[in-house]
Nanobody, 116 residues
């Protein structure tokens, strides 16, 4: 069993920034991929950003150039730096982790609200 605990969500004005954090209760040794997803009201959950064990990154087109995913193996934490926020970024953000030995985990979600 592993837990992912997110923090950093909140209310921000359009154009502002937030940094989300997600800390795992298990070491990142053996991690295959880490990611951030989001789900807006009435919409399906979508991938926002992903980083693999080899450092390969991919981002949703809607956030490219504005969001940055990073990781700190020393404290088992993955981050999502969000700049130039728009009202359409309003959603519940979830972190995700997948280990090589088949373990998957999701965070509980953190709400990001961007006011225009």
């Amino acid at each position: 069993q592993v837990q992912l605990v997110e923090s950093g969500g909140g209310l921000v004005q359009a154009g502002g920034s937030l940094r989300l954090s997600c800390t795992a209760s298990r070491s990142f040794v053996g991690i295959n991929a880490l990611g951030w997803y989001r789900q807006a009201p009435g919409k399906q959950r979508e991938l926002v950003a992903r980083i693999t064990s080899s450092g390969w990154l991919n981002y949703a087109d809607s956030v490219k150039g504005r969001f940055t995913i990073s990781r700190n193996n020393a404290n088992n934490t993955v981050y999502l730096q969000m700049n130039s926020l728009k009202s359409e970024d309003t959603a519940v953000y979830y972190c995700y982790a997948h280990w090589d030995y088949g373990l998957d985990a999701w965070g509980q979600g953190t709400l990001v609200t961007v006011s225009s």
